[in-house]
C-alpha cells in the first residue's frame, strides 16, 4: 500500500482548484471543540485514569512561555509584549504551582518522553529563570537519555553561552525561527535578523551537542517574491538545517490586529505564492531534503525522515512528531494537553490563570472528553496524515465496523478525491498519492463529522488556514 515516501508530485492544477481553507489537524476533533463544560474534575479524572495498568502511556509536557519583547507582525500566538523580565519570575512561581496542583494525580516521578518550551518566545527568559523551570519541572518528573527535549529560539535574544547553558540544562533539540532574511520584508513585519546570528546560534548548538535543529520559514509575507524567496530559501540551506518547516502566512488582520500593520497590496498574489512553493517543494527535495508531510521537511537521516519510512510517524499539537502517541501535559497559560481520551486547554488570560491557582484549583478553562467515534476518525485522520494509507481489514477489526458501510455519507466524496487523483482506492484500503499528500488535509477533512455538521448547518466556520 505505500507510495515511495521520498516522491514528489505537485500538480499545480490540482492545488490551484483543490485548496481551501481547513485545519491543521493537530487533533481530531479539532480545538475548536473544545468546550467549557470539560472542567478540572474532569481533569483530574483523566490524570488518575493514568494509573490504571495498561492506560500508563509515555509522557510528554509542554510549557508555554507568553512573553516578547517585541512584536511580530505577522504572529497570531497567544503573547505578552513587555521588555521587563521580571514579570516571568511571577510566571514561573505559578508554573511551579501548577505542576505541584497536578502532582498529586500522576501519583509518582515519571519518565519525560518528550518536553517542549514554546511560546511566545522561550529565551525571554534568562539562564537563572530557565534554570528555575527546570527545578520544578524535576521536582515531579525524570529526563531520561533517550528524550526528545526541544525549545523554540530567536536568534536575536539568544547567546552562544545561553545555548550552550541550554543544553546543560537537557535541551537537546531546537527550532529556530527565522521567517525571512530578506530585509525588505523583515522591515515590513518587524523582525530584523541577520544571517550572521542565526548561523552563530545554530553553530553553537551543534557545537554544545544538539541532535537536531528546524527552522522555520514563511511565504506569503508583504514585499515576498519568487526570487527573494529563492535567495532566502538558499541562504537557510546554507545553514544546514535537520528540519525546514515552510509555513503559508494566512493574512487576517481582523482577528489579530497586529497583522493590522501590514499592508495588504504589498502581499504576494495568489499566483506568486504558487510560484514561491512550488519552486520551494521541488528545490527542497532537489538539495536531498524528505517532504514528511504539509509544510514539514526533513533530512533522509532524521528522526522525522526515518518514522515516516517505517510508519512510525505521528503528530500532537507541536506538529509530525515520533512521540504522537504519548499522553501530553500542558502547563502555563492557554497551554492544550492530551491525556488519554480527554484534551484539556489552560485559561488564556493570564490574570484568571492566576486566580485560578490562586484558589487551588487547576487552571482548565475547557476541553473534550472524545466519544467512540471521535477515537476512531482521530485514529484514521492520523494514519492517513502520517502514513498515507490505511488498510481496512484491521482497523475494520480494530472497531468492530465495516468500512464503507461505517462512512456511507463519507463514500461519494473519496470516489470524487480518487477521480481528482488525490487517492487510490481498492478493496484492501486506500492509498494517498504523490499529488494527494499535499492535500492532505482535504482528505482528512471528508472524516471531520464535526465540520460536516457545521457546513450542513451553514454554521460559520472558525478560522482556519489554507490548505496549501
Known amino acids: 500500500m505505500h507510495i515511495p515516501q521520498r516522491q514528489v508530485d505537485f500538480d499545480r492544477h490540482l492545488v490551484e482548484t483543490l485548496a481551501k481553507n481547513g485545519p491543521r489537524y493537530t487533533s481530531y476533533p479539532t480545538a475548536d471543540r473544545f468546550h467549557t463544560g470539560f472542567d478540572a474534575k474532569q481533569y483530574q479524572n483523566a490524570l488518575q485514569q493514568r494509573n490504571v495498568g495498561a492506560l500508563n502511556r509515555p509522557l510528554s509536557l509542554y510549557v508555554h512561555v507568553p512573553f516578547c519583547n517585541t512584536i511580530c507582525y505577522y504572529c497570531g500566538c497567544n503573547k505578552i509584549i513587555t521588555k521587563d523580565t521580571a514579570r516571568a519570575d511571577e510566571y514561573i512561581a505559578y508554573l511551579g504551582r501548577e505542576l505541584d496542583l497536578i502532582a498529586p494525580y500522576l501519583q509518582g516521578q515519571h519518565q519525560l ?116 524567496m ?20 494566512a493574512h487576517m488582520p481582523h482577528l489579530f490586529k497586529p497583522q493590522r500593520r501590514i499592508a495588504s497590496e504589498d502581499l504576494p498574489s495568489s499566483t506568486e505564492k504558487l510560484d514561491i512553493l512550488q519552486w520551494a517543494v521541488e528545490w527542497l527535495t532537489e538539495q536531498g531534503y524528505v517532504f514528511i508531510g504539509m509544510d514539514h521537511f526533513a533530512k533522509p537521516d532524521d528522526e522525522l525522515a526515518q518514522a515516516l519510512e517505517q510508519g512510525r510517524l505521528q503528530r500532537n499539537f507541536q506538529g509530525y512528531s515520533t512521540h504522537g502517541d504519548c499522553d501530553l501535559i500542558g502547563i502555563g497559560v492557554s497551554s492544550i494537553g ?19 491557582i490562586d484558589r487551588g484549583e487547576l487552571p482548565v478553562m475547557r476541553g473534550l472528553l472524545l466519544k467512540q467515534d ?44 480518487q477521480q481528482q487523483g488525490l487517492l487510490e482506492i481498492n478493496k484492501h484500503g486506500l492509498n494517498v498519492t504523490a499529488k494527494g499528500r499535499f492535500l492532505i488535509r482535504n482528505i482528512a477533512m471528508v472524516f471531520d463529522q464535526y465540520l460536516r455538521q457545521r457546513q450542513a448547518e451553514t454554521s460559520p466556520l472558525p478560522r482556519y488556514s489554507q490548505t496549501v
Not at 535567495?231 to 502566512?249: C, F, G, K, S
Request: charged share 20%; with cysteine.
Open 113 to 228: 518522553a518528550q518536553l517542549h518550551f514554546g511560546g511566545g518566545t522561550p529565551t525571554f527568559l534568562n539562564d537563572e529563570q530557565l534554570a528555575q523551570v527546570f527545578a520544578h519541572i524535576k521536582r515531579h518528573f525524570q529526563f531520561s537519555p533517550r528524550g526528545e527535549y526541544s525549545i523554540e529560539i530567536d536568534p536575536r535574544k539568544v547567546s552562544t553561552d545561553t545555548v550552550y547553558r541550554l543544553r546543560e540544562l537537557g535541551f537537546n533539540r531546537m527550532s529556530v525561527g527565522i521567517q525571512d532574511f530578506d530585509p525588505k520584508v523583515q522591515a515590513a513585519v518587524n523582525r530584523i535578523q541577520s544571517i550572521e546570528e542565526t548561523a552563530a546560534v545554530m553553530a553553537a548548538a551543534r557545537d554544545a551537542g544538539f541532535q537536531s535543529i528546524s527552522v522555520d520559514v514563511i511565504y506569503g509575507l508583504p514585499h515576498q517574491s519568487l526570487a527573494s
Open 338 to 356: 492530551k491525556v488519554g481520551v480527554s484534551y484539556v486547554q489552560n485559561e488564556k488570560d493570564l490574570p484568571e490563570y492566576y486566580a485560578r
Open 374 to 417: 471521535d477515537l476512531l476518525r482521530r485514529n484514521l485522520i492520523q494514519t492517513l496524515m502520517c502514513q498515507f494509507s490505511l488498510l481496512f481489514a484491521p482497523f475494520e477489526e480494530q472497531y468492530g465496523i465495516q468500512f464503507k458501510e461505517y462512512f456511507g455519507r463519507e463514500w461519494p466524496e473519496l470516489l470524487l478525491q
Open 230 to 249: 529563492q535567495t532566502t530559501l538558499e541562504q537557510v540551506l546554507a545553514l544546514n538545517p535537520d528540519r525546514l518547516a515552510l509555513y503559508h502566512y
